[in-house]
């Protein structure tokens, strides 16, 4: 597509139930980043994919949260029993770069619109 | 660790008037800088980047930014403010053999007619 996409756009759930966020990145970039924007405030990095590489998972608050991304393709950031403090913004960027001759990319990131979860 | 340190919340300024946004950042490496526009309900837009080169960097809607590497710091400038650049500019950094970016907490920049 066109650019990034992320369903759904608002998100109301029960606290204790599990939700399902899903992102589909620009078509031919290998990287997908998840971050999670609370109200008033930066982004936080969750996890990050690469190609067929192992994903970073190192932003990940708990092991409530998993992510899965289908090849280069679509990605589901996963909450499971959800808190309250999980309410926020849940951003998915795509990026066209990747591991090259031993580099690191410097593409910049393309940003979806966010997913807003509110957790009641 | 790398970080990113954006000392204010919000600046005001007159349309018509230079606007200035303030990022310093801390890296071990080489550092790669970047700028990123957030308008109400939608997600962020890049506006610039520096990965190496000129300290000068020109982006989308007239922003430019400057690298200072003696200061750590790479703010956003432009020359005359519009109203429509009323939004939320967040800077974001990026270290060395790392490929997330660590974001700013955001300014918040409000232009007046």
């Known amino acids: 597509g066109a650019g990034v996409s992320q369903s759904p756009s608002n998100k109301v759930t029960e606290k204790g139930k599990d939700v399902e966020l899903r992102c589909d990145p620009i078509?031919?970039?290998?990287?997908l980043y998840w971050y999670r924007q609370r109200l008033g405030q930066g982004l936080e990095f969750l996890i990050y994919?690469?190609?067929?590489?192992?994903?970073?998972k190192s932003g990940l608050p708990s092991d409530r949260f998993s992510a899965e991304r289908t090849g280069e393709s679509v990605s589901t950031l996963t909450i499971q029993r959800t808190q309250q403090e999980d309410s926020a913004v849940y951003l998915c960027?795509?990026?066209?770069?990747?591991?090259?001759?031993?580099?690191?990319?410097?593409?910049?990131?393309?940003f979806g619109p966010g997913t807003r979860l509110t957790v009641l | 660790a790398q970080s990113v340190a954006q000392p204010e919340d919000q600046v005001n300024v007159a349309e018509g008037n230079p606007l200035t946004v303030k990022c310093t950042y801390s890296?071990?490496?080489?550092?790669?800088l970047f700028w990123y526009v957030q308008y109400p309900n939608r997600g962020l837009q890049f506006l610039l980047k520096?990965?190496?080169?000129?300290?000068l960097v020109k982006g989308s809607y007239g922003f430019e930014a400057e690298f200072n590497k003696s200061q750590t710091s790479f703010h956003l400038k432009k020359p005359s403010a519009l109203v429509s650049d009323s939004a939320l500019y967040f800077c974001?950094?990026?270290?060395?053999?790392?490929?997330?970016?660590?974001f700013g907490t955001g300014t918040r920049l409000l232009v007046s007619p």
């Open positions: 960027a795509s990026s066209g770069g990747g591991l090259a001759g031993g580099l690191y990319s410097y593409n910049e990131q393309f």
């Open positions: 078509s031919g970039h290998t990287a």
């Open positions: 994919f690469q190609g067929n590489s192992a994903p970073d």
């Open positions: 890296v071990s490496g080489n550092p790669y």
């Open positions: 520096y990965i190496t080169g000129d300290n």
């Open positions: 974001a950094v990026r270290d060395t053999g790392f490929q997330k970016l660590v």
